[in-house]
């Protein structure tokens, strides 16, 4: 045989010669839950390893990703429900605890990337993504709400707005009203792709913020659906958007790998709580090992065509990349 493909295989140092994908901690994006208070780390009993932290013990849990090379951050509000309503309106006020804390993360750690979500499902008394009246979830109203849910939040420091409501048009009203607000900066990571998942449970249950009545496929994607995707790829991408994003990942690899191939913008996914959670449930039950299945994983969202990863496992991740 001319030809025989173990030789490239033979020896450790080999195979990592000819390693096609590479992943380390830059390319991940680290989901974060923020509570009002202090002195609280409660974990999600759905989701285990991961907590509803309290600023104060949140700044030393961010220094320590920081040492390990993990330097972005995805920050969720859960936010009382004497606090939401109708339309919103605590996302973008002065006294909201999760735009004070953004600017207390931004003066003790200015290097850090901090990413948004802005949608109105963590502060709505409906519990969706967009203004609900008489059942219907109504995208036009909606636009001004998230444009000023995104303004609030660039002024807090804010790097990176993510919509994750999926109202059509959003990008553009936002990217629009940051431009003419001085915000030209901020970049939008659009939630390109996201699917009615059933992945999304743990999350839900760490803020608090499943509808009210209903459910989210009226603007949320069918997973049956892949051309689907590149048509909200293209008008995310021509009304501004600086990543695109595919959410859930595993189920969706095909999805990542289409829109890295048509587009010349960073392609990010997120791994969502579903899936984190899975790993944890069969390592913790010994069916899984949990750094190995971990590690493969997130090397086939990267292998798909991401370009950074929002995951739970963020931070073991590159503690693993660390003890190597």
Same mark, same amino acid.
């Given at each position: 045989?001319?030809? %025989?493909?173990?030789?490239?295989?033979? $020896? !450790?140092?080999?195979?990592? !010669?000819? =390693?096609?994908?590479?992943? @380390?901690?830059?390319?991940l994006?680290?989901?974060?839950?923020?509570?009002?208070?202090?002195?609280?780390?409660? =974990?999600?009993? $759905?989701?285990?390893?991961?907590?509803?932290?309290?600023?104060?013990?949140?700044?030393?849990?961010? *220094?320590?990703?920081?040492?390990?090379?993990?330097?972005?951050?995805?920050?969720?509000p859960?936010?009382?429900? /004497?606090?939401?309503?109708?339309?919103?309106?605590?996302?973008?006020?002065?006294?909201?605890?999760?735009? /004070?804390?953004?600017?207390?993360?931004?003066?003790?750690?200015?290097?850090?990337?901090?990413?948004?979500?802005?949608?109105?499902?963590?502060? $709505?008394s +409906?519990? /969706?993504?967009?203004?609900?009246?008489?059942?219907?979830?109504?995208?036009d109203?909606?636009?001004?709400?998230?444009?000023?849910?995104?303004?609030?939040?660039?002024?807090? @420091?804010? +790097?990176?707005?993510?919509?994750?409501?999926?109202?059509?048009?959003?990008?553009?009203?936002?990217?629009?009203?940051?431009?003419?607000? #001085?915000?030209?900066?901020? $970049?939008?990571?659009?939630?390109?792709?996201?699917?009615?998942?059933?992945?999304?449970?743990?999350? %839900?249950?760490?803020?608090?913020?499943?509808?009210?009545?209903?459910?989210?496929?009226?603007?949320?994607?069918?997973?049956?659906?892949? %051309?689907?995707a590149?048509? *909200?790829?293209?008008? +995310?991408f021509?009304? @501004?958007? +600086?990543?695109?994003?595919?959410?859930?990942?595993?189920?969706?690899?095909?999805i990542? /790998?289409?829109?890295?191939?048509?587009?010349?913008?960073?392609i990010?996914?997120?791994n969502?709580?579903?899936?984190?959670?899975?790993?944890?449930?069969?390592?913790?039950?010994?069916?899984?090992?949990?750094?190995?299945?971990?590690?493969? !994983?997130?090397?086939?969202? %990267?292998?798909?065509?991401?370009? #950074?990863?929002?995951?739970?496992?963020?931070?073991?991740?590159?503690?693993?990349?660390?003890?190597?």
């Amino acid at each position: 045989m001319n030809i %025989r493909p173990r030789r490239n295989r033979k $020896s !450790m140092a080999i195979r990592a !010669m000819v =390693e096609e994908t590479k992943l @380390g901690a830059e390319n991940l994006i680290y989901p974060i839950f923020l509570e009002d208070g202090k002195n609280i780390k409660t =974990e999600i009993k $759905s989701l285990p390893n991961n907590f509803r932290w309290s600023l104060d013990l949140l700044l030393p849990e961010v *220094e320590q990703c920081m040492n390990l090379g993990v330097n972005t951050f995805d920050i969720f509000p859960a936010v009382s429900e /004497h606090l939401k309503d109708v339309t919103a309106t605590y996302s973008y006020a002065e006294e909201n605890f999760y735009l /004070h804390a953004i600017r207390k993360l931004k003066e003790s750690f200015p290097e850090i990337v901090i990413m948004s979500d802005v949608a109105m499902d963590p502060y $709505s008394s +409906d519990g /969706h993504d967009g203004l609900v009246r008489n059942g219907k979830i109504l995208n036009d109203e909606t636009l001004p709400i998230l444009a000023k849910m995104a303004i609030a939040q660039a002024q807090a @420091g804010v +790097d990176i707005i993510g919509p994750s409501d999926m109202m059509d048009g959003r990008v553009g009203f936002i990217r629009n009203e940051l431009d003419l607000n #001085g915000y030209a900066d901020v $970049s939008i990571m659009s939630y390109t792709a996201k699917y009615a998942s059933a992945f999304y449970g743990p999350f %839900r249950d760490a803020l608090n913020s499943a509808p009210k009545s209903g459910d989210k496929k009226t603007y949320q994607m069918n997973p049956a659906n892949k %051309r689907e995707a590149l048509l *909200e790829a293209e008008l +995310d991408f021509s009304e @501004g958007a +600086d990543f695109l994003m595919v959410k859930p990942a595993l189920c969706y690899l095909d999805i990542i /790998h289409i829109l890295k191939e048509n587009f010349n913008i960073p392609i990010t996914a997120y791994n969502v709580s579903g899936e984190c959670a899975m790993v944890y449930a069969a390592s913790q039950n010994g069916w899984l090992n949990y750094e190995n299945t971990m590690s493969e !994983m997130l090397l086939s969202i %990267r292998r798909a065509g991401a370009d #950074g990863i929002l995951t739970y496992f963020a931070k073991d991740f590159a503690q693993l990349l660390k003890n190597r």
